[in-house]
């Protein structure tokens, strides 16, 4: 059997070895996408500029996504890893009381810009219980044998529970099985390699990554259609029977419950009630037994909208946000939702006012606004093309945070005459 000393000089080769088959650069790479600017008295600005860390929103499931990206990684000596595992332990403490994935984009690490071994054995003992125990699946992509030789180096550390939550994905498109692949920082240096693995295992061009072009949708069909499409197919119903059910459901049975909205259920439940819903037919929350459930079924609902319930035009408002003095903040919430259309604000209104009777329990459900705001945030508000980046982020929680504590200021003055409330 190999030593540790052994191992550890094995997988420096092999990352030299790929790094000699590869064509990739020893420079730092720029984040992932065009983020809105971060601001230079961020507490680890050192750190987050380099786009290493992203919040991608959530996946099919309700849970959030955290992606790692090996390619963001300056050269070492332009970065302190200490600071780095810091940045890390900073960014999941905002999540880790709710269950979430974690993305590890593998490709682009360089022995010139890899942390030690010693410093990856130092934050794995660092991330104690509270960061793994509602960590529900970590992808690996792009392995290559440098991983699965470090892999074997940590087995004796890593338990066999931690072990099962670890997938590797070969090809960007096995994501899409398990992920909400549009909300994915995916680096482009990472989408060029994809491209060329595909390439080479095709051994001719790469067959696009994008899914087929979706079918019509059933007249049930309640996820993944306008709210406009559901109105037309439900009687004219103002709001979405999924929201009713949940909200009513949950007002009845899940106020109470401690983590209500950051706990996930079982996938394969969660696709059959979505399958019920869709096909007209009826769902019994009461025969299911587990508030988690329609909480999810909710939070998926808003997800799976083409357009997000507060619009796309909506978005560029939040981001000014923190151009806002803090004291005219409400009221300038209050001007972006009055200008919704009406039954964008009519459904919204419910919602929200269903998020505050939720927050009113706090004391003993842990969900206060701000803690609701950081799982509806995302899925409430998002840009018409590409990802909400972790800069982005804060303005959409802090709008949805005033949403949820001041809902009587931000909606009352508009009384449409259609308005349900929960």
């Known amino acids: 059997m190999s030593s540790?000393?052994?191992?550890?000089?094995?997988?420096?080769?092999?990352?030299?070895?790929?790094?000699?088959?590869?064509?990739?650069?020893?420079?730092?790479?720029?984040?992932?996408?065009?983020?809105?600017?971060?601001?230079?008295?961020?507490?680890?600005?050192?750190?987050?500029?380099?786009?290493?860390?992203?919040?991608?929103?959530?996946?099919?499931?309700?849970?959030?996504?955290?992606?790692?990206?090996?390619?963001?990684?300056?050269?070492?000596?332009?970065?302190?890893?200490?600071?780095?595992?810091?940045?890390?332990?900073?960014?999941?403490?905002?999540?880790?009381?709710?269950?979430?994935?974690?993305?590890?984009?593998?490709?682009?690490?360089r022995s010139s810009n890899k942390p030690s071994l010693k410093w990856l054995r130092e934050a794995y003992s660092e991330f104690d219980r509270k960061y793994k125990k509602n960590l529900k699946a970590l992808y690996v992509v792009h392995p290559t044998n440098f991983i699965r030789i470090v892999?074997?180096?940590?087995?004796?550390?890593?338990?066999?529970?931690?072990?099962?939550?670890?997938?590797?994905?070969?090809?960007?498109?096995?994501?899409?099985?398990?992920?909400?692949?549009?909300?994915?920082?995916?680096?482009?240096?990472?989408?060029?390699?994809?491209?060329?693995?595909?390439?080479?295992?095709k051994g001719g061009p790469p067959p696009s990554v994008k899914t087929p072009p979706p079918r019509p949708p059933l007249p049930t069909q309640q996820f993944g259609v306008s709210l406009q499409y559901i109105r037309e197919k439900n009687r004219e119903a103002v709001i979405p029977p999924v929201m009713t059910?949940?909200?009513?459901?949950?007002?009845?049975?899940?106020?109470?419950?401690?983590?209500?909205?950051?706990?996930?259920?079982?996938?394969?439940?969660?696709?059959?009630?979505?399958?019920?819903?869709?096909?007209?037919?009826?769902?019994?929350?009461?025969?299911?037994?587990?508030?988690?459930?329609?909480?999810?079924?909710?939070?998926?609902f808003l997800r799976e909208l083409p357009e997000p319930?507060?619009?796309?035009?909506?978005?560029?408002?939040?981001?000014?946000?923190?151009?806002?003095?803090?004291?005219?903040?409400?009221?300038r919430c209050k001007q972006i939702v009055e200008s919704l259309p009406e039954h964008n604000f009519i459904v919204a209104k419910y919602l929200l006012c269903f998020l505050h009777q939720v927050s009113q329990e706090s004391i003993i459900n842990k969900m206060s606004p701000s803690n609701l705001a950081c799982v509806f945030g995302v899925n409430l508000v998002w840009p018409r093309h590409g990802?909400?980046?972790?800069?982005?982020?804060?303005?959409?929680?802090?709008?949805a945070e005033l949403l949820i504590e001041h809902v009587h200021t931000v909606f009352g003055s508009r009384c449409p005459p259609a308005q349900v409330m929960p």
């Open 4 to 109: 540790s000393a052994d191992l550890e000089q094995l997988a420096e080769i092999e990352l030299q070895k790929e790094e000699e088959g590869s064509c990739v650069t020893d420079g730092p790479s720029a984040p992932p996408v065009s983020t809105p600017s971060l601001d230079p008295s961020h507490p680890y600005y050192d750190v987050a500029r380099h786009g290493i860390i992203q919040v991608s929103g959530d996946d099919h499931y309700g849970r959030k996504l955290i992606v790692f990206s090996s390619c963001c990684l300056p050269p070492s000596h332009q970065l302190n890893h200490r600071r780095l595992l810091e940045y890390l332990k900073f960014t999941l403490d905002q999540y880790v009381e709710m269950d979430y994935i974690l993305v590890y984009f593998h490709y682009g690490l």
């Open 151 to 201: 892999w074997n180096l940590f087995k004796p550390l890593i338990s066999h529970k931690f072990g099962r939550k670890l997938t590797y994905v070969n090809y960007l498109a096995e994501l899409r099985e398990h992920l909400n692949y549009e909300q994915l920082f995916i680096p482009p240096e990472v989408l060029r390699h994809d491209e060329e693995l595909r390439a080479t295992q």
């Open 245 to 300: 059910q949940t909200v009513t459901y949950l007002k009845e049975k899940g106020l109470r419950t401690e983590g209500l909205f950051r706990r996930s259920a079982r996938v394969q439940l969660i696709k059959e009630v979505q399958k019920l819903y869709n096909l007209g037919k009826p769902v019994n929350f009461e025969q299911i037994g587990d508030v988690h459930v329609p909480a999810v079924i909710l939070k998926t």
């Open 309 to 331: 319930l507060l619009t796309f035009r909506v978005y560029s408002q939040v981001q000014e946000l923190l151009h806002v003095e803090s004291s005219l903040r409400v009221t």
């Open 387 to 399: 990802s909400i980046s972790l800069t982005a982020l804060t303005p959409i929680n802090i709008f």
